[in-house]
């Protein structure tokens, strides 16, 4: 599966339908490249990219990199003590 294709129409509020009608492409056969039953090509691969404004590689590349989340900055509220456990 091409999650970082699905990860782009999510995250710039593109439904799928509307993406295949600017595609001319139907709808079974955008899931078949999402679900990567489907070879794209070149020509096709760079409309998709340019129509999500996302880079080509990042979007075919079957590999997510999901970035490690930043431990919270510990926060001090003035005026305030610590409660002391037992």
Known sequence: MLANLK?????????????????????SVFSEI???RRQ??????????RELRAEEEWLFSSTTIIPEPKP?????????STPVMA
């Open 7 to 27: 990860t782009a129409l999510a995250t710039r509020g593109v439904r799928q339908i509307d993406l295949c009608m600017k595609l001319k492409i139907t709808p």
């Open 34 to 36: 999402v679900h990567g």
């Open 40 to 49: 794209v090509s070149q020509q096709l691969r760079a409309k998709i990219a």
């Open 72 to 80: 919270p900055k510990p926060r001090a509220f003035e005026g305030e």
